[in-house]
């Protein structure tokens, strides 16, 4: 399917425009992908430390859709996934992905795709969900990278 993340990205820049804040841009950001296409579940996990203070996680950020999971461990799941490879990670189908975490048994397809920071390490990653299979291919990728390239 193609989508036209063209337009969203031209909104949310003028949106953002001289908003610092992550959280608000993150919040924003979240509002409209999501409100543009109609998905499950749009939002970030940003790279905090661990409580013990040994390592990091993905810790839940702004998000627009159902309740979800708080902790992702690095490499778990396909945000950890995405977090550990450094690039954008399409499942058609959640269930043919080992290690899938399951927030929502409505989740059926996602991607998600990593926010890099100035010095180049991934500060989070922005996690698409639908209820359909096959939502997402390649065709998403640069769209949606270049829109988390805004944050
Ligand atoms: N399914 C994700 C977990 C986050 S929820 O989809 C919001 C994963 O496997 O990493």
């Given at each position: 399917?193609?989508?036209?993340?063209?337009?969203?990205?031209?909104?949310?820049?003028?949106?953002?425009?001289?908003?610092?804040?992550?959280?608000?841009?993150m919040?924003?950001?979240?509002?409209?992908?999501?409100?543009?296409?109609?998905?499950?579940?749009?939002?970030f996990y940003r790279?905090?430390?661990?409580?013990?203070?040994?390592?990091?996680?993905?810790?839940l950020g702004p998000?627009?859709?159902?309740?979800?999971?708080?902790?992702?461990?690095?490499?778990?799941?396909?945000?950890?996934?995405?977090?550990?490879?450094?690039?954008?990670?399409?499942?058609?189908?959640?269930?043919?992905?080992?290690?899938?975490?399951?927030?929502?048994?409505?989740?059926?397809?996602?991607?998600?795709?990593?926010?890099?920071?100035?010095?180049?390490?991934?500060?989070?990653?922005?996690?698409?969900?639908?209820?359909?299979?096959?939502?997402?291919?390649?065709?998403?990728?640069?769209?949606?990278?270049?829109?988390?390239?805004?944050?």
């Amino acid at each position: 399917m193609k989508r036209d993340y063209d337009s969203v990205y031209r909104q949310l820049s003028a949106l953002l425009e001289g908003e610092n804040d992550p959280v608000v841009r993150m919040a924003e950001t979240a509002a409209v992908v999501h409100e543009a296409f109609g998905f499950w579940w749009t939002g970030f996990y940003r790279i905090a430390p661990l409580a013990s203070g040994a390592g990091s996680e993905l810790l839940l950020g702004p998000f627009q859709g159902p309740v979800a999971c708080i902790h992702i461990p690095y490499g778990k799941g396909v945000c950890g996934t995405a977090w550990a490879r450094r690039e954008t990670v399409v499942v058609p189908d959640v269930e043919q992905f080992p290690g899938h975490i399951a927030c929502s048994s409505e989740s059926r397809s996602e991607i998600v795709v990593p926010v890099f920071g100035p010095d180049g390490t991934v500060t989070a990653v922005l996690d698409i969900d639908s209820r359909d299979l096959g939502a997402f291919s390649q065709d998403d990728v640069p769209g949606l990278e270049r829109i988390a390239s805004l944050l």
